[in-house]
T-cell receptor
Framework: DTAVSQTPKYLVTQMGNDKSIKCEQN?????MYWYKQDSKKFLKIMFS???????INETVPNRFSPKSPDKAHLNLHINSLELGDSAVYFC?????????????FGEGSRLTVL | AQKVTQAQTEISVVEKEDVTLDCVYE???????LFWYKQPPSGELVFLIR??????QNEISGRYSWNFQKSTSSFNFTITASQVVDSAVYFC??????????????FGTGTRLQVTL
């Protein structure tokens, strides 16, 4: 049973399209995240939700819109895709422990924008 | 602002050698958490350890050990008797304690470890 699962694992699309990545966790965690890993392997937080409430929103273009229908799911929708959006997007979850909770990551979704 | 520096971009060792991965951090917080993650070639991110700022005890887990020194703001990771399966990118990360319920991790740029036979 996969703890944090993301779909799809690979996405190849044209510039200007809209795409979504879905994430689900079965760990019973109350906090979920989206991280972006660029081509140089640099990892940066994008968003975090706690019990469906947005609690971290880094300086991400508003073409990126996260949605959390419940605490076990966090989806990421991206509008008007650009070349620079090509990256691996990781979903993660943790217990909310004021910064102490270790993150459990999904396998990542590799997005390629042509 | 928080910062994590992993100055070693890439390290190559021969199997059975010991190797230390360096991590230096900057934070103004007195309470914070430090983490190490492993990213093998398959791409997933695997949690290895968490340490809080009040606990400077070193930790050993099998062939892995961690040395936390607040005086030098370092949290180094040593693999003893390295194996080919240790080949991966290793990330050090820092989380501040004041972000409510979330662990907002600031990652270093990673160290790629290559272990050869």
């Amino acid at each position: 049973d996969t703890a944090v699962s993301q779909t799809p694992k690979y996405l190849v699309t044209q510039m200007g399209n809209d795409k979504s990545i879905k994430c689900e966790q079965n760990l019973g965690h109350d906090t979920m995240y989206w991280y972006k890993q660029d081509s140089k392997k640099f990892l940066k937080i994008m968003f975090s939700y706690n019990n469906k409430e947005l609690i971290i929103n880094e300086t991400v273009p508003n073409r990126f819109s996260p949605k959390s229908p419940d605490k076990a799911h966090l989806n990421l929708h991206i509008n008007s895709l650009e070349l620079g959006d090509s990256a691996v997007y990781f979903c993660a979850s943790s217990h909310g422990r004021g910064g102490a909770g270790e993150l459990f990551f999904g396998e990542g979704s590799r997005l390629t924008v042509l | 602002a928080q910062k994590v520096t992993q100055a070693q971009t890439e390290i190559s060792v021969v199997e059975k050698e010991d190797v230390t991965l360096d991590c230096v951090y900057e934070t103004r917080d007195t309470t914070y958490y430090l983490f190490w993650y492993k990213q093998p070639p398959s791409g997933e991110l695997v949690f290895l350890i968490r340490r809080n700022s009040f606990d400077e005890q070193n930790e050993i887990s099998g062939r892995y050990s961690w040395n936390f020194q607040k005086s030098t703001s370092s949290f180094n990771f040593t693999i003893t008797a390295s194996q080919v399966v240790d080949s991966a990118v290793y990330f050090c990360a820092l989380s501040e304690a004041k972000t409510g319920t979330a662990s907002k991790l600031t990652f270093g740029t990673g160290t790629r470890l290559q272990v050869t036979l």
